[in-house]
């Protein structure tokens, strides 16, 4: 079992910066990927970004690569969302998972069983 709770977001310019955490509560997280996505009104959730816990590899979205770093704190086992060059796109509902599996697929939201709460992201044209 699992627990995120998510911190960060907010209300932003456009080509602003923002930082999202997700920390998380388990006996171990070695065996776990700790991913973002996010989610407008009316749209499926969207993949962002994720990050194996053990590995430190990570990948992206195509809409957010070179903008968007994932990286995570072992000693606080939180994993952040640093979001550089928001645009008004980028304006969501950001969710952190979790998922111990250890299958090729990463990228859908059915691939994880624990959420955190979300939080708003709004960018501001």
């Known amino acids: 079992q699992v627990q995120l709770v998510q911190s960060g977001g907010g209300l932003v310019q456009a080509g602003d910066s923002l930082r999202l955490s997700c920390t998380a509560s388990a006996r171990s997280l070695d065996d776990y990927r700790l991913a973002w996505f996010r989610q407008v009104p009316g749209k499926e959730r969207e993949f962002v970004s994720v990050?194996?816990?053990?590995?430190?590899?990570?990948f992206y979205s195509k809409s957010v690569e070179g903008r968007f770093t994932v990286s995570r704190d072992s000693a606080k086992s939180t994993v952040y969302l640093q979001m550089n060059s928001l645009e008004f796109e980028d304006t969501a509902v950001y969710f952190c998972?979790?998922?111990?599996?250890?299958?090729?697929?990463?990228?859908?939201?059915?691939?994880?069983?624990?959420w955190g709460q979300g939080t708003q992201v709004t960018v501001s044209s």
């Open positions: 990050i194996g816990w053990r590995s430190n590899r990570s």
């Open positions: 998972a979790a998922s111990s599996s250890t299958g090729f697929s990463y990228s859908q939201a059915t691939d994880y069983l624990f």
